[in-house]
């Protein structure tokens, strides 16, 4: 069953004024926010102690951060980890204090509320590790963008092209600005949630400019804007069907996967919408403000070899 009947062409760029007022808006906000409130780096990236505790019964997270905060443990972060009993404590490092001691004091602060408070686990992530990865993690994401600006200049017109790249960067500035205006906590799982945004817009974006692509050499009258809307009412169904079967399970993650998740789920829900968004309103945009013609996706016609003798003869 279609959700769409085909025969009705929606006029996407007739919006096209609006759309890029909306995203160069969207854009220079967020790297105002980028600049100025800069990212909440999780303990992956800032370096730190953490430490799991278990209780026998339901833990109230509020009081655990009242208990840690009226001991000058005003930076902890504190969430349910695996179940309800389970918390898990994140502290920034201190000069002159070993994590495993810092560790224990967090812990001493707590039994003395609670004497079930036991500790399950800890780990320590130095400050130097964490500024390796934070490197790492931005060199990744460079190189992804690269990666793909090559692909799909050798697969597409270099408009078309010039669109996606510009679709994929739209939207990991975005998605860094959301986390950036929110203050939501940035981390390992998040980088790679903006990695997945990455590769979930490319495919989309790919679909619909090979659909474009398609119609150009197809479709012998009409003016470019017609075919782009012609080609974006075609793929409607699929991105539709796409967009909200991702968001379906990503909602599910984000209200019962818990804490520990809950960055990635934010991250990727943002994305696969920016990213619909952004394969219809940027990639396909910039084609046509470059001015996009049936005469540049024409296949090359190959002169056979020996064309001009069998002519001659």
Aim: aromatic share 6%; hydrophobic share 50%.
């Amino acid at each position: 069953m279609q959700i769409l009947n085909m025969k009705s062409t929606v006029t996407f760029m007739s919006l096209k004024k609006p759309a890029a007022a909306l995203s160069i808006l969207l854009i220079i906000g967020s790297i105002v926010s980028l600049a100025v409130n800069q990212l909440n780096w999780g303990l992956d990236f800032t370096g730190g102690t953490q430490i799991e505790v278990g209780y026998q019964q339901t833990a109230d997270l509020e009081q655990i951060r009242k208990q840690l905060e009226a001991s000058d443990f005003k930076d902890a972060v504190v969430q349910n980890f695996g179940s309800s009993q389970d918390v898990l404590i994140r502290l920034a490092s201190r000069e002159g204090v070993k994590p495993s001691e810092l560790g224990d004091a967090a812990l001493k602060v707590l039994r003395e509320a609670d004497e079930t408070a036991e500790m399950r686990g800890s780990s320590y992530v130095s400050a130097s590790v964490g500024e390796e990865l934070t490197e790492q993690g931005g060199l990744a994401m460079l190189v992804a963008l690269l990666c793909i600006l090559i692909y799909v200049a050798l697969r597409f017109e270099w408009r078309f092209a010039l669109g996606s790249v510009a679709a994929l960067t739209h939207d990991v500035i975005i998605t860094l600005g959301l986390f950036s205006v929110l203050q939501l906590e940035f981390d390992l799982t998040v980088l790679a949630a903006v990695l997945a945004v990455i590769g979930y817009s490319l495919n989309d974006t790919i679909v619909v400019c090979d659909r474009i692509r398609e119609n150009f050499r197809k479709i012998r009258k009409g003016e470019p804007e017609e075919i782009i809307n012609t080609s974006l009412t075609q793929t409607l169904n699929r991105t539709i069907v796409t967009s909200l079967t991702t968001i379906l399970v990503l909602l599910a993650l984000f209200f019962l996967g818990g804490a520990t998740i809950h960055g990635f789920a934010t991250a990727l829900l943002f994305g696969v919408v920016i990213g619909t968004y952004s394969s219809i309103y940027v990639a396909s945009l910039v084609a046509l403000t470059l001015g996009i013609s049936k005469e540049d996706l024409m296949p090359t016609e190959v002169e056979k070899e020996g064309a001009d003798q069998d002519a001659v003869v």
